[in-house]
């Protein structure tokens, strides 16, 4: 397995008044191979999320292209982020649903065969250690739980790659 971002620039542009362009990204070069663990460090605002969020597919770059085993992500969306997990810093958790219904849609979401759902989620939420909390509501749990679903719903569908930013 190989994950390229290759030559990844990202501009946004500022609104109001003295309005212009910045760059957070020029030319990123990035290969991620299997069995690799991978830290990316840098100051605050150098582009590091940024650089994740267009790896994992949440946000497009302006200029450049990101594949997984060749596949490019903007070209082939469904197949790529089916098989990245993602944990951003501050997880998209539905507060108002059981860990167990979130996790369940997440599984929805990542073609998760049905007959296999309920045996990948209890070896999900046995090695996060979230087990006891399954049928609790999310907007219950402390912010060290939630973080644990949130990585949970990364690794649903046994992802090849999984992207955190900020994970502590």
Known sequence: MELKAEKITCQYHRQGK?????TALHETDLVLASGRLVEIEGRSGSGKSTLLNIMAGIL???????????????EEPREVKRRIGYLPEMPPLYLDMTVDEYLRFVCEIKDVKKTYIKSHLDDITELIRITDVRKRLIK???????QRVGMAQALVGNPDVVIMDEPT
């Open 60 to 74: 497009a770059p302006s200029s450049g292209k990101v594949l997984l085993d060749g596949h490019d992500i903007l």
């Open 18 to 22: 003295g309005a212009n362009q910045f």
């Open 140 to 146: 219950n749990l402390s912010k060290g739980y939630r």
